[in-house]
Nanobody, 122 residues
Framework: QVQLVESGGGLVQAGGSLRLSCAAS????????IGWFRQAPGKEREFVAA????????YYTDSVKGRFTISRDNAKNMAYLQMNSLKPEDTAVYYC???????????????WGQGTRVTVSS
């Protein structure tokens, strides 16, 4: 089992920045990819970003490219999502996600965090 715990959400004005953190514990050696999803009120959960746990090319949804950056610290079993130039439409609950295989957009997530809320005011 792998446990994921997010932190860093909050209220920020449009144009501001936030950094989300995801702490992984348990059988972290089995995690090959780590990423972030979000779910806005009344909408389905959507992919935001993902990367290999060991480094490599990151993947982003088009709406966050150039504004969000995913990173990870293997030594600390941490993943991060740096969010800059935030917009009201970025308001959502953000979930950390882990895969036990290299990321592909058609692979289901193996583990989810509980989510952290981000609210961007206009």
């Amino acid at each position: 089992q792998v446990q994921l715990v997010e932190s860093g959400g909050g209220l920020v004005q449009a144009g501001g920045s936030l950094r989300l953190s995801c702490a992984a514990s348990g059988r972290t050696f089995s995690v090959l990819s780590i990423g972030w999803f979000r779910q806005a009120p009344g909408k389905e959960r959507e992919f935001v970003a993902a990367t290999s746990w060991s480094g490599g090319r990151p993947y982003y949804t088009d709406s966050v490219k150039g504004r969000f950056t995913i990173s990870r610290d293997n030594a600390k079993n941490m993943a991060y999502l740096q969010m800059n130039s935030l917009k009201p439409e970025d308001t959502a609950v953000y979930y950390c996600a882990a895969w036990l295989r290299p990321y592909r957009n058609d692979y289901p997530v193996d583990y989810w965090g509980q989510g952290t809320r981000v609210t961007v005011s206009s």
